[in-house]
Every structure is written in structure tokens, then in C-alpha cells.
């Protein structure tokens, strides 16, 4: 299993930078991708590819760096192969981004789009479905995602979906699994971590998986209480 970890130097925010650690103790060879890399992906087979979430500032620049590869992200993602986004990052492969009176444009793979605020950052908890697996994750964002009913990902159970109108968190098409949802994503779902990992054959123990699964019951059965307040003010 051949992963690629695209521009973890600033795609590390919000504890996604651990699935560098967690991706490197399980797959066979890890590539680490910087901005003044060539990607592995457009040159030779790579099973999994992982992005996650950074400070807005950097958007433009990766924005631009993948320009460039928007042909061969598109082929990569109609062979079924695993590109796993989470966090802000996910905004540049829709239509646009929409913040304050600017429209910018994005690469266009999908034809979802993304409205921008300064003003409000949304954090909650998040609890939903995919599947028959439970998935649990935390949101902190400063934009909300539109025009997302082509590709239905997880439907949401508590917390902020896509927007405060729909019921579906984050994009899904082929194997492309975008989501907003940070924390570290994988490692609080050991069992969607187990199920991507099986969709490039390798089924071998997670890492830390008792620890993962301890932590992924108490916290599900937090999520679930009633009591459990899932907007947060901080």
C-alpha cells in the first residue's frame, strides 16, 4: 500500500498533521509531498492519497500547485483510488468560494461551492453515518458548503452537515472522501479507518487500535447523550 501526504509542512492544523505518524505506521511506503514537490500520484501507482486541513492563507497556494495536476486528480479519482481530504482544504475542488464580494475560483472538479465568513466560525461536534459505520469528528470553520446532492457522504445524526439546511456531511464521488470533519479523522474512526484501508486491500490491525476503539465507544456514547451539547462557543 503506497500513500502520498500531500504538503504536510502547512496541511497540519487541528491535529490532522497525526495521520502523517498513523498513515506512516501502517501503510508499506509513505510519501511526503512539499509545495515545491512534483506528486508522486501523476508519475507512478499511489493507493491513498490524504490532505488535510491548513490555515487559510495557504489555500491560494495549493489552489495554484494543483492547477497544474487537475487532469491527472480527475483520472486519479475515476480509477477508484482513495483521496482522503479533511478540513478547509476540501473548498478548492469545488466551483468557487464565495467570501464577502469575491467569487474565486476553484479547480472544478465537483460542482459543489463554498460561502466564506469572517465573521462566525461554526465549531460543534458532529455524529452521523456512512454506511453502517458510526462516525464521530469535530468541526471548527469559517465557511458552510452548497450544491452538495450529487455526492451524499454522511448523513448527519447531531451537529452541523454540509450547511444548517441539509442532512449530508462533506462529498463523496468514486473514492473521493472530502469532509470538514478534523481531529484526527481516522484515528477517532478506527472502524472507517479499517474500511478504507480494506478498499486497498490491506487488512491488517490499525494502528493503536484497542487504544482507537476505547476512545471512539466513550466518546460515541457521549455524542449520543442528550446532555451533550453539540455547538460549541470556544
Do not use: W
Not at 470538514?180 to 479523522?185: A, N
Amino acid at each position: 500500500m503506497k500513500v502520498e501526504i500531500l504538503f504536510p509542512e502547512i496541511c497540519n492544523m487541528y491535529g490532522d498533521g497525526f495521520h502523517k505518524n498513523f498513515l506512516k505506521s501502517y501503510a508499506d511506503t509513505v510519501y511526503e509531498t512539499h509545495l515545491e514537490d512534483a506528486p508522486h500520484f501523476v508519475k507512478e501507482d499511489v493507493d491513498f492519497i490524504y490532505l488535510g486541513s491548513c490555515s487559510d492563507y495557504y489555500l491560494p497556494l495549493i489552489l495554484e500547485k494543483l492547477k497544474a495536476y487537475k487532469e491527472n486528480i480527475i483520472d486519479y479519482i475515476s480509477k477508484d483510488k482513495i483521496f482522503l481530504v479533511t478540513g478547509n482544504t476540501l473548498e478548492i475542488f469545488g466551483e468557487y468560494v464565495i467570501e464577502e464580494d469575491k467569487k474565486i475560483a476553484g479547480l472544478g472538479i465537483f460542482s459543489f461551492y463554498t460561502k466564506k465568513t469572517k465573521e462566525e466560525r461554526y465549531n460543534y461536534l458532529f455524529l452521523g453515518k456512512f454506511k453502517n459505520i458510526e462516525i464521530v469528528g469535530y468541526k471548527s470553520q469559517f465557511s458552510l458548503l452548497y450544491k452538495t446532492d450529487k455526492y451524499p457522504f454522511i448523513k448527519k445524526v447531531k451537529g452541523l452537515a454540509n450547511n444548517f439546511e441539509d442532512n449530508n456531511e462533506g462529498i463523496l464521488e468514486h473514492n473521493f472522501y472530502g469532509t470538514y470533519l478534523i481531529g484526527p479523522l481516522l484515528l477517532l474512526n478506527p472502524l472507517f479507518a479499517k474500511y478504507l484501508f480494506a478498499l486497498c486491500k490491506k487488512n491488517k490491525k490499525i494502528p493503536y487500535e484497542e487504544e482507537a476503539m476505547q476512545a471512539y465507544l466513550a466518546r460515541l456514547q457521549e455524542f449520543k447523550d442528550s446532555k451533550t451539547k453539540m455547538k460549541s462557543n470556544h
